[in-house]
């Protein structure tokens, strides 16, 4: 999450469902579970934290500005898919059965928003115990899977908080409007980019930043 963005790091998580637990979920908290994007903050911020609840496991990752501007966002973007996968590898025991199912993981399928696999190295087959596992990638994703859709809302919601987190915390970062744009080029935080120049979690590779550079 946060591609778009001229600010704060790109953001991605990766979640494995508990199916028991999920049909268990009333009707209307299922249809919670899509494309981040469609949602309002609060309706996130709920989605997630059942998310969080019911799902096996889930793991976030960020690649900060500085990286982006240095490797491009889209291997960028890339590379916080990988770490979150393989951490979420770390964290999960493919090697027993959950406590909700007696089924044991003999392959494991790896679903990818976008149009690119990840390639994932032998780091994460041995967190998986050396299982077989293959991958597929999907555009839109977040609108076709509900595991690719759980991921995407824990990334945003993730990534939202914590840029509203830096506003509060840091006084460096107050007067950008982060808590409201998120880090977003919209015409206030290009006004404010304007006004107070470019700071240390600002993209300087994105146009609307390299040009306050070259003045």
Do not use: W
């Amino acid at each position: 999450m946060g591609r778009g963005c001229i600010a704060g790091p790109v953001v991605a998580a990766a979640v494995m469902l508990d199916i028991p637990q999920l049909n268990q979920l009333p009707h209307h908290h299922v249809q919670l579970i899509c494309d981040s994007k469609s949602l309002k903050e609060k309706q996130r911020n709920t989605a997630a934290h059942l998310i969080k609840k019911i799902c096996r496991g889930y793991a976030i990752a960020s690649i900060k500005p500085h990286i982006i501007d240095q490797i491009g966002i889209h291997q960028a973007s890339i590379k916080a898919m990988q770490q979150a996968t393989i951490k979420l590898a770390r964290t999960c025991n493919f090697s027993q059965p959950h406590h909700s199912t007696t089924e044991y993981f003999s392959d494991i399928l790896v679903c990818i928003d976008g149009r690119f696999p990840l390639n994932l190295a032998d780091e994460f087959s041995a967190n998986c115990h050396n299982r077989h596992h293959r991958e597929i990638a999907i555009i839109k994703g977040d609108q076709e899977l509900l595991c690719i859709g759980a991921a995407s809302i824990i990334a945003k919601a993730h990534r939202d908080s914590a840029i509203k987190r830096m506003e509060r915390l840091f006084p460096q970062y107050a007067g950008y409007g982060f808590s409201s744009h998120v880090g977003y080029p919209t015409p206030a935080h290009k006004n404010a980019l304007q006004r107070r120049g470019v700071s240390a979690i600002h993209r300087r590779s994105y146009a609307p930043v390299k040009s306050l550079l070259n003045i």
